[in-house]
């Protein structure tokens, strides 16, 4: 067990869900007199039995005198998100307010060597480099807060390290429901990995050790590759390598898709391309580019075509009663901006789609959403918006040309 330093009036939070093997760090910290807080968190999924872990963790803490936090999930999970996202974003939110409110010096998570290869094959699902490959770490900081350090005491050690050690010691644990659901590809990993690849926690973490020395050299590489960079500029050393130029640019630009990456370095001389909701990149020479912010495109007001002619919608001109055209759609129609919920069910296609997947689709960036154009029927039905199949227009109904035309950068 690798805990890390201590300083005076240091108090680590111990993220306790009552598993075996947060039970055991919690079990193995007081041994040794590390001074922890226990923090737990109730999902409140109905059909987990969060409340019995719960009543478990607290006569742990009260039996061995651990101070405990707990806390609760105020909102009820839809479909609107995986049920794993939904528990880790409202888990973490807990675990930050933890940290600030109690004045902890950072958190201890009981994550192990298989938690660490199965991440690694996750990863490697994902299409990960070498940075995320060996991003499991035993110190870090948390990637939604900078300012709250972490640390896996127990990374190099297994679950059945930790079984055995409270088999050793007589203490129960609670086993997780959520487990044994293989849908989760965690889950399915953990099940089905290790039976067929006996040593596969063992070979997965030394290769990611290995990896985790040549990612350092990279990274030495790409930044002595850097001429000058700031927050709003990057000048690369002419000849530098695109594998290091990919890893400069995400590290400059942070949080950069491999698509957004690659569209980035392939930009034609003063191109510009979006990077985020704010945020544009156009590439000044070969070896340099430059960031600006952009306000995000507000809401034009709707608009009405009632007639043949030509219409302005924000960053848009619709071209009624041309020929040939786009869009051949029945008058009069609204022109109007994306809201919270809208579908439309396009021709040849089964069912709706909502039209925040469509424009996910289209590449539109994120700050020129709210000014794409929707054309909606007098009902407010959405027939048609531009680069994607419309609606289907029931027959013998009299129907215009109609053509889009966008006037701003991309």
């Not at 190099?156 to 590809?185: F, K, M, V, Y």
């Not at 001109?317 to 809208?342: E, F, K, N």
């Not at 994120?366 to 199949?389: K, N």
Request: aromatic share 6%; hydrophobic share 40%.
């Amino acid at each position: 067990m690798k805990l890390p330093q201590l300083h005076p009036g240091d108090r680590w939070g111990l993220c306790l869900s009552g598993g075996a093997d947060s039970t055991a760090l919690l079990l193995k910290c007081l041994e040794v007199g590390f001074p922890i807080v226990a923090l737990h968190f109730n999902h409140g999924f109905a059909d987990e039995d969060g409340d019995t872990d719960e009543r478990f963790v607290r006569d742990l803490c009260t039996a061995k005198g651990v101070s405990l936090t707990v806390g609760h999930c105020s909102e009820t999970w839809t479909n609107r998100e995986t049920k794993e996202v939904f528990a880790r974003r409202h888990r973490m939110a807990f675990f930050a307010a933890c940290v600030r409110d109690l004045d902890l010096t950072g958190l201890l998570l009981a994550h192990h060597a298989d938690d660490r290869a199965e991440n690694v094959v996750l990863r490697l699902a994902r299409g990960c480099g070498a940075e995320g490959l060996t991003s499991f770490r035993v110190e870090g900081v948390a990637p939604w807060d900078a300012r709250i350090k972490w640390v896996r005491p127990l990374l190099d050690e297994t679950h059945a390290d930790q079984i055995a050690w409270l088999q050793a010691h007589g203490q129960t644990w609670r086993e997780d429901l959520s487990n044994s659901d293989l849908t989760i590809p965690r889950n399915a990993i953990r099940a089905t990995l290790p039976t067929v690849l006996p040593h596969f926690s063992a070979g997965v973490n030394a290769a990611a050790d290995v990896l985790a020395e040549e990612n350092a050299f990279i990274a030495a590489c790409a930044e002595a590759a850097i001429e000058h960079q700031t927050a709003c500029s990057l000048t690369v050393k002419s000849g530098t390598h695109p594998v290091l130029l990919r890893r400069i640019v995400r590290d400059w630009l942070k949080d950069l898709t491999r698509e957004q990456t690659e569209r980035l370095l392939q930009l034609p001389l003063s191109a510009v391309t979006t990077v985020s909701q704010n945020r544009v990149v156009r590439r000044i020479s070969d070896t340099q580019w430059r960031m600006d912010s952009r306000e995000r495109a507000s809401a034009p007001p709707p608009l009405i075509l009632d007639a043949p002619g030509t219409y302005t919608f924000g960053a848009w001109q619709i071209c009624v009663g041309v020929h040939p055209a786009t869009l051949q759609l029945p008058l009069p129609l609204t022109v109007r901006s994306r809201r919270a919920g809208d579908r439309m069910r396009p021709r040849g296609l089964r069912g709706s789609r909502k039209i925040q997947d469509i424009l996910t689709e289209l590449h539109i960036p994120v700050g020129e959403r709210d000014g794409y154009p929707l054309l909606c029927d007098a009902q407010d039905t959405i027939l048609a918006l531009p680069g994607f199949r419309p609606a289907a227009v029931p027959e013998g109904i009299e129907t215009v040309g109609i053509t889009f035309h966008f006037s701003g950068e991309r």
